[in-house]
């Protein structure tokens, strides 16, 4: 196990302790990755417009079935029809609606699955094997699902030494895993109806991922405990890696009838739901951070789906996204809050847990509401100050304390002299957050993806990595786990493709910032400064309406305008239009002016902030070995809050940022 340090939040991911990447699902994916002394590192990368992935839409999907003659009914995220795959059924007409029909293909992207035979692939995949079928070759071998590899074997061989936790020497060391884990009121019987086991030797807990089809054990889940007071710090480590694991833990229970079910972000609260309420539940592979359109066929059955992720208002968000997926009119959430914590709190608290899930309010969407409907959800937020405000950056502080956070749905713009070292900065800012599990995409125009990758990898490590290869295998293994993705353009492109790549992704893997660098490379070759102008401002309201829609930041780099270079940039200095500054909620400017605080001293200016209005400056201080920004630790408070973006930086360190002021 990586010793990758504690954080604050209650659950977090470590990496797996080796394993493949498949990206199922994914027709994107970098292909397989071997074991733990492998030397390449992959993140997954988006294609470009020339890439193998034309867009489908659901309409051109039903005109090709119905062209072919392939019978199909309209599913919640899924058109459902007969399979190919399966010997003899693709040629019968099952009644509409028969369970019989085992494909499902992916409205939005119109990938498909055979739940049957676990084929599955693209939709030109999926036209390829039509054809083929007509040709009369047999279809069996197309991309079963149920090679997992290494990662099976090493599943396998952890879950040969597992024991059944009621199986343990003796009741005392049953009753204090249990309590460790804070499990004491689940009983042996969910226990074992779950199937779930312990690992003395790493005092783990073990969930088994068993084959859809209900053979063979494809991974597993390790769950560690630590206490700290009355809390209990959880740790996971999945086989494969947390990219390619795609339980649904409880699936094998769910029966053919069943229509309902609650979605649950961990394990063992769907242990105490199901031990509180007897109804069906699933939970999530990688809790309330995503839902991988992978396993939208499993839940297709369902004709209500109540979400109950967490206990926090990141889970709460995610709920209201993923039943977007799901499609809204099936789906209830449960809201988070002291009453309405996680299913296993609720348990042992001796809470009513069907009752809770009576309340669950129904996540369709209504254009028109009345306040009566809101103020809930604006108690909400006042009752949750610090989350609202956003993820906390760890590598910058005084960030925190001007933006306070970073908020799904804004626009951020960033500018900052030529060669000034934006690109480094916005790849440690974006990397920063990447590392406390914000699901980010990159679409870097300027430099390669290689490259970027570099950088990114030296600020990761915080290190010189050229001068220690030998460490690279560690680095990269870790970086690897990152929930991190790269379009693959490269040069001028258009925003249409651009915006179509980025939906496709927050649809694949939830992305919630998207990092532009920069928006130039989508301007064309227009000649006329007008039809740039214009040009900017058609740009940077796709991209504001882009994060507004799918609730996801996106971080803007822009260009200045050329202007004096004696001057401090301002947010009038942004190239274009007043369009950028007025779309974005916030406007960071990189200043690289040498002012008497040092020689070659950077200062991250913050000039705008709709979120609460501080705006201020602080000093950086690069470090050329690991590329990093960090702020400067010695010296005392380095803060400045400004009253306008006129506001220069300080010519000496201010004291404790007196002076804020709040900014319309
Ligand atoms: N504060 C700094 N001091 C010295 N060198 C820096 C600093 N920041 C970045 N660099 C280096 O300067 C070079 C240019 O940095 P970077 O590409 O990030 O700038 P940029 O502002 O994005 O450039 P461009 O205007 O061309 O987009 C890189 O080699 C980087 O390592």
Known sequence: MMGVPPCRAPLRLLPALAGWARGRGAPLSTGALTGPSRRHYKKET??????????????????????????????YSCLHAPSLFVEGLGEQKPPAGSARYSLFIDKTTGSFVCTATLAEGTWQDFQASVELKHKGVPQAGLQQLDGADQAGEDA?????????LWELLDEEETQTAKAMFGISKVSDATLKRFGVRYLRTARTLVFPWFSPRGTG????????????????????????RPSAYYNLFGLPLIGRRDTEVVLTGRELDTLALYQATGLPSLSLPRGATCLPPALLPYLEQFKRITLWL??????????????????????????????????????????NLSKILRSALPAGHKSIISFRQLRD??????????????????????????????????????????????????????????MQGVNTLWGSFEINNVRLAKIMLTQFAVRRLEEQLDQFDEWADKFEDLPLYFMTFHGHQSIKTVIETMMH??????????VIDNLQFMMGQEQLTVDRLAVQDYIVGAFRKFA???????????HPRKEDEERELQTASIFGSAKASQEADNVLILQDRKLVTGPGKRYLQVSKNRFDGDVGVFPLEFSKPSLTFSTPVKGKARLKKVKDDNGAPPKQAPAGGSGASKKQ
């Open 548 to 558: 507004t829609d799918n609730s996801c930041h996106v971080s803007l780099v822009i």
């Open 310 to 351: 967490g206990e926090d208002l990141r889970s709460w968000e995610a709920a209201k996204l993923f039943a977007r997926k799901l499609n809204p009119k099936r789906c209830s959430l449960v809201r988070p809050g002291d009453q309405q914590p996680r299913p296993l709190e609720a348990f042992t608290r001796g809470m």
């Open 377 to 434: 959800e604006v108690f909400g937020e006042l009752s949750n100050v610090e989350q609202v405000a956003g993820v906390k950056w760890a590598r910058f502080p005084e960030l925190n304390k001007l933006l306070k956070g970073h908020r799904k749905g804004e626009l951020t713009v960033f500018t900052g002299p030529t060669g000034s070292g934006k690109t480094t900065f916005i790849s440690e800012y974006a990397l920063d957050l990447c």
């Open 46 to 75: 988006l294609p470009a417009s020339e890439g193998p992935i034309p867009p489908v839409t659901v309409t051109e999907i039903r005109q090709y079935l119905r062209a072919q003659g392939i019978p199909f009914h309209d599913g």
């Open 505 to 514: 992704a927050v649809y694949m893997y939830d992305i919630s910032h998207v």
């Open 217 to 240: 054990l494809k991974g597993l889940k390790l769950l560690g405990a630590e206490c700290q007071g009355d809390t209990v710090l959880y740790v996971e480590n999945t086989l494969p």
């Open 156 to 164: 396998r061989h952890i879950w040969d030494r597992a024991l059944p």
